[in-house]
């Protein structure tokens, strides 16, 4: 079975991931939020906001004009692997 590939944003807290979720929504871009995989957390409490591939580039601007800076971005791999993007 194939795996989409997305991003992650890793956020600070929960209640940071909650504010780029709502932007991003409002934006009309799908959002979820997620724990953060224990693959990419370093402190294994953050939370993440996971969206489409292709969202990434309206993603970022959204959350620039609200003043929301991504702690990190991660993007999966088709086997599930995670590697860091560069912005």
Same mark, same amino acid.
């Given at each position: 079975?194939?795996?989409l =590939? ?7 807290? %929960? ?7 709502? =932007? ?7 959002? *979820? ?6 693959? =990419? ?12 591939? *292709? ?5 970022l ?8 800076t991504?702690? *990190? =971005? ?8 995670? *590697?860091?993007?560069? %912005?």
């Amino acid at each position: 079975m194939l795996s989409l =590939v997305y991003y992650l944003i890793v956020c600070k807290s %929960l209640t940071y991931a909650q504010r780029t979720a709502s =932007v991003l929504e409002r934006s009309g871009i799908g959002a *979820r939020i997620l724990r953060t995989p224990r693959q =990419v957390s370093e402190n294994g409490c953050s939370y993440s906001v996971k969206i489409a591939q *292709r969202s990434l580039p309206a993603a970022l601007t959204a959350l620039l004009r609200a003043g929301l800076t991504p702690t *990190r =971005v991660f993007i999966t791999g088709s086997d599930g692997s995670y *590697r860091e993007a560069e %912005l």
